[in-house]
């Protein structure tokens, strides 16, 4: 019996028009109606899941940041896991060394130097409300950092997680959220380490818990689940480690994990 459901959202209750479809919502609504706790795992901030939780009537804390940010909405934070100084300066100075796409997420707000995408972009894949221009120096002397993520094409994706895994192991994690996001996150956190925690803090044995997703960073939650699910639409070693391959977000995939795996009566 699965008491716990954590769900990506990018790729896995979404597609790339950022509108969670009718049957998905249907589905997530009749598991909460039957007791199971629903959460989304995502590498957003808070302010950039809250529409969607909202959508989705999901009340659990959400585990935002790659799970280094763990709250409900109109809630405290339970837990929050930051990235240390010295390696946040790394990552900016390392991006900038670059010439990498930069962007600063800190205690809630994003931070860039200056757009080179359609502010539409921002918006819809990581954060409103962006804050542009401030100098890196002044926003590290202010607020502690949550993570440092680089934009790229996705051919190049590949050299920078090399670069990074090597410059930066054991101080922090090297995650790939989204073909052309790369991150820079704190050592330790991670969507599988979060869930764990969540499910902990709800008395749920790590057999009631499913997750589903369909890239990188959702690797360590789909492991870590008593029944781990990777969408059709996942990369090649998200699928590999999954227990169980669902239909592609463009079929509802989510709607099938909820009724093979969760749902005691069948969706009208």
């Not at 790339?16 to 109606?33: E, F, G, L, S």
């Not at 090597?166 to 073909?179: M, N, Q, Y």
């Not at 044995?205 to 639409?233: C, H, K, S, Y």
Request: overall charge negative; charged content about 20%.
């Amino acid at each position: 019996m699965i008491r716990l459901a954590a769900f990506d959202l990018d790729g896995t209750l979404m597609g790339a028009d950022q509108k969670i479809r009718p049957r998905v919502r249907q589905a997530v609504a009749q598991a909460q109606d039957e007791g199971v706790i629903v959460t989304l795992a995502t590498g957003r901030m808070i302010a950039a899941t809250e529409r969607f939780a909202r959508e989705l009537n999901v009340t659990a804390p959400l585990l935002c940041y790659q799970g280094g940010w763990i709250q409900a909405l109109d809630g405290p934070v339970l837990r929050r896991i930051t990235l240390p100084a010295t390696a946040a300066w790394a990552a900016l100075e390392l991006g900038e060394a670059q010439g990498w796409h930069i962007l600063l997420y800190a205690e809630g707000q994003l931070f860039v130097r200056e757009f080179l995408y359609p502010v539409a972009f921002y918006d819809a894949l990581l954060g409103s409300g962006v804050i542009v221009g401030q100098p890196w120096e002044s926003i590290l002397a202010a607020h502690e950092v949550d993570k440092v993520l680089y934009v790229a094409e996705p051919e190049a994706i590949p050299a920078m997680a090399t670069l990074l895994q090597r410059r930066f192991a054991g101080l922090a994690e090297i995650v790939r959220s989204h073909a052309m996001f790369i991150e820079v996150v704190p050592l330790g956190v991670d969507k599988g380490s979060a869930l764990a925690w969540l499910a902990q803090h709800f008395g749920v044995p790590r057999d009631e818990v499913l997750a589903a997703g369909d890239q990188e960073n959702d690797l360590t939650m789909i492991q870590w689940a008593g029944i781990g699910v990777a969408m059709g639409n996942a990369t090649p070693p998200v699928q590999k480690v999954a227990d169980w391959i669902a239909p592609p977000v463009t079929e509802d995939g989510a709607v099938t994990i909820l009724e093979r795996f969760v749902l005691k009566g069948s969706l009208p």
